[in-house]
């Protein structure tokens, strides 16, 4: 049991590391690139020096590891819990699955309208469209959860922050930036979300 708490401290945590780790140095020893005009794709995309390492370290393993947040808090809820909580935690279990085949349907940077590029293109927004209403149903019913406040307003942040940064944000920033914002409220949300749930549990 005790094992499981130190897990599911650290979990999420390492999720989040390998991803801000790989974009960063993968990022940095590629020729040309740059955050601001390339996407985080570019660096796994076929044809790219290294493409395979980012897309594991990057992509694959980070999903894998939110998916494995998302079913340890489903765990977590409780049995007299809105039924919304529920069903939210299974929507971020599929955005940690559709997060992971980013890495194994990389895009194509030769060719934008290619099927690989729009294969990849499609887990993107698989990814998106379950976190995003997966954190907003889980943090609604968690605001009627006696404890969980914290928890509620973690998931309803990090739902609207992503809401934002994957389809508004884009109008007045580059579109590699606002990716990135959209990469960063996962990243939160995947260190803070154990953490939160065994402090209410």
């Known amino acids: 049991m005790h094992t499981m708490h130190r897990i599911d401290r650290v979990l999420g945590a390492v999720a989040a590391g390998l991803l801000v ?11 040309g690139y740059h955050a601001l005009r390339h996407p ?3 660096l796994g995309a076929i044809g790219v020096p290294h493409a395979q390492a980012f897309s594991l370290l990057g ?17 977590r809820v409780p049995r007299t819990a809105a039924w919304s909580m529920r069903v939210g935690v299974q929507l971020l279990v599929l955005a940690g ?5 980013m890495g194994v349907l990389p895009l194509d940077a ?3 309208e290619s099927p690989a590029s729009q294969y990849h293109a499609s887990a993107w927004m698989v990814w998106v469209l379950a976190f995003v209403p997966g954190t907003l149903m889980y943090g609604l019913g968690a605001l009627r959860s006696p404890g969980a406040r914290a928890q509620a307003l973690l998931h309803l942040g990090c739902g609207t922050a992503m809401l934002l940064a994957a389809f508004v ?5 580059p ?6 914002l959209a990469f960063g409220c996962w990243a939160a949300w995947l260190v803070a979300a154990l953490p939160l749930a065994r402090r209410h549990g």
Do not use: H, K, Y
């Open 21 to 31: 780790a790989a974009v960063l140095g993968f990022g940095a020893v590629l020729p």
């Open 40 to 42: 985080v794709a570019l």
């Open 59 to 75: 992509f694959v393993l980070p999903g894998l590891l939110a998916t494995a947040v998302a079913l340890r808090l489903l765990l």
């Open 97 to 101: 699955l559709a997060f992971a085949a």
């Open 110 to 112: 030769s060719d934008i």
């Open 169 to 173: 944000l884009q109008l007045w920033m």
């Open 175 to 180: 579109a590699p930036l606002a990716q990135r």
